[in-house]
Protein backbone atom coordinates (compact mmCIF):
# COMPACT_ATOMS: atom_id res chain seq x y z
CA UNK A 1 0.00 0.00 0.00
CA UNK A 2 1.09 3.77 -0.77
CA UNK A 3 1.24 6.43 1.34
CA UNK A 4 0.57 9.86 0.07
CA UNK A 5 1.42 13.29 1.66
CA UNK A 6 0.16 16.32 -0.27
CA UNK A 7 1.72 19.72 0.38
CA UNK A 8 2.29 23.15 -1.53
CA UNK A 9 -1.65 24.62 -1.00
CA UNK A 10 -2.89 28.01 0.43
CA UNK A 11 -4.27 31.31 0.13
CA UNK A 12 -3.39 33.05 -3.35
CA UNK A 13 -4.77 36.11 -5.10
CA UNK A 14 -6.95 35.25 -8.40
CA UNK A 15 -4.51 34.83 -11.25
CA UNK A 16 -1.84 33.87 -9.01
CA UNK A 17 -0.06 30.11 -9.01
CA UNK A 18 0.59 27.17 -6.90
CA UNK A 19 2.27 23.86 -7.54
CA UNK A 20 0.80 21.38 -5.42
CA UNK A 21 3.57 18.12 -4.37
CA UNK A 22 2.39 14.78 -3.19
CA UNK A 23 5.12 12.33 -1.97
CA UNK A 24 4.89 8.63 -1.64
CA UNK A 25 6.01 6.11 0.42
CA UNK A 26 5.72 2.53 0.32
CA UNK A 27 5.12 2.32 -3.84
CA UNK A 28 7.16 3.55 -7.03
CA UNK A 29 4.41 6.32 -8.28
CA UNK A 30 6.25 5.25 -11.30
CA UNK A 31 4.78 1.90 -11.44
CA UNK A 32 1.02 3.64 -10.60
CA UNK A 33 -1.52 6.55 -12.41
CA UNK A 34 -1.56 9.47 -10.13
CA UNK A 35 -4.18 11.93 -10.60
CA UNK A 36 -5.53 15.05 -8.53
CA UNK A 37 -8.95 15.17 -7.31
CA UNK A 38 -10.51 18.27 -5.98
CA UNK A 39 -13.95 18.48 -3.35
CA UNK A 40 -15.13 21.70 -2.91
CA UNK A 41 -18.01 22.20 0.06
CA UNK A 42 -21.24 20.98 -0.48
CA UNK A 43 -19.99 19.44 -4.68
CA UNK A 44 -18.82 16.23 -5.29
CA UNK A 45 -15.30 15.18 -6.03
CA UNK A 46 -14.14 16.06 -9.27
CA UNK A 47 -11.05 14.48 -11.46
CA UNK A 48 -8.46 17.46 -11.96
CA UNK A 49 -5.91 15.68 -13.67
CA UNK A 50 -3.56 12.40 -14.02
CA UNK A 51 -0.80 10.61 -15.49
CA UNK A 52 -0.53 7.59 -16.06
CA UNK A 53 2.39 4.44 -15.31
CA UNK A 54 5.19 5.18 -17.62
CA UNK A 55 6.16 6.29 -20.14
CA UNK A 56 3.19 8.89 -19.13
CA UNK A 57 0.17 9.96 -20.45
CA UNK A 58 -1.66 13.32 -19.08
CA UNK A 59 -5.08 14.27 -18.57
CA UNK A 60 -7.37 17.12 -17.69
CA UNK A 61 -10.81 18.11 -16.98
CA UNK A 62 -11.48 20.56 -19.54
CA UNK A 63 -11.78 23.48 -16.86
CA UNK A 64 -8.21 23.43 -16.10
CA UNK A 65 -6.85 22.60 -19.33
CA UNK A 66 -3.74 25.27 -20.42
CA UNK A 67 -3.92 25.96 -16.68
CA UNK A 68 -3.08 22.97 -14.69
CA UNK A 69 0.07 20.54 -15.67
CA UNK A 70 0.76 17.38 -13.68
CA UNK A 71 4.31 16.00 -13.62
CA UNK A 72 6.66 13.70 -12.09
CA UNK A 73 9.87 13.68 -10.50
CA UNK A 74 10.79 10.12 -10.41
CA UNK A 75 13.85 10.46 -8.42
CA UNK A 76 11.91 11.79 -5.68
CA UNK A 77 9.03 9.89 -6.07
CA UNK A 78 6.95 13.03 -6.14
CA UNK A 79 3.91 14.19 -8.83
CA UNK A 80 3.12 17.86 -8.93
CA UNK A 81 0.50 19.78 -9.51
CA UNK A 82 1.57 23.17 -11.29
CA UNK A 83 -1.54 25.24 -10.87
CA UNK A 84 -1.43 28.57 -12.97
CA UNK A 85 -4.13 31.42 -13.63
CA UNK A 86 -6.15 30.09 -10.55
CA UNK A 87 -9.24 31.59 -10.04
CA UNK A 88 -12.18 31.57 -6.69
CA UNK A 89 -13.39 28.11 -8.85
CA UNK A 90 -10.61 26.24 -8.23
CA UNK A 91 -10.92 26.85 -4.31
CA UNK A 92 -10.93 22.99 -2.58
CA UNK A 93 -9.37 20.31 -0.86
CA UNK A 94 -6.95 18.88 -3.41
CA UNK A 95 -6.09 14.57 -3.18
CA UNK A 96 -3.51 13.16 -4.54
CA UNK A 97 -4.73 9.29 -5.24
CA UNK A 98 -2.96 5.98 -7.50
CA UNK A 99 -4.10 3.57 -9.47
CA UNK A 100 -2.50 0.42 -9.80
CA UNK A 101 -2.92 -2.44 -12.13
CA UNK A 102 -2.16 -1.64 -15.45
CA UNK A 103 -1.72 2.07 -14.52
CA UNK A 104 -4.14 3.60 -16.45
CA UNK A 105 -5.93 6.41 -15.14
CA UNK A 106 -9.69 5.67 -13.61
CA UNK A 107 -13.00 7.26 -15.53
CA UNK A 108 -14.54 7.57 -11.96
CA UNK A 109 -12.56 9.26 -9.17
CA UNK A 110 -13.70 6.29 -6.69
CA UNK A 111 -11.90 3.39 -8.45
CA UNK A 112 -8.55 5.29 -7.16
CA UNK A 113 -6.97 2.71 -4.80
CA UNK A 114 -5.12 4.53 -2.32
CA UNK A 115 -5.24 8.93 -1.18
CA UNK A 116 -3.33 11.18 0.47
CA UNK A 117 -5.15 13.04 3.06
CA UNK A 118 -5.56 16.29 1.23
CA UNK A 119 -4.41 19.94 1.38
CA UNK A 120 -6.41 23.20 1.09
CA UNK A 121 -6.35 25.72 -2.05
CA UNK A 122 -8.23 28.92 -1.51
CA UNK A 123 -8.51 31.36 -4.30
CA UNK A 124 -9.50 34.39 -2.94
CA UNK A 125 -8.77 38.08 -3.16
Known amino acids: QVQLVESGGGLVQPGGSLRLSCAAS????????VGWVRQAPGKEREGVAC????????YYTDSVKGRFTISRDSAKNTVYLQMNGLNPEDTASYYC??????????????????WGQGTQVTVSA
Open 26 to 33: GSNLDDLA
Open 97 to 114: ATKGGWGLCPRDVSDYDD
Open 51 to 58: ITRLPPDT
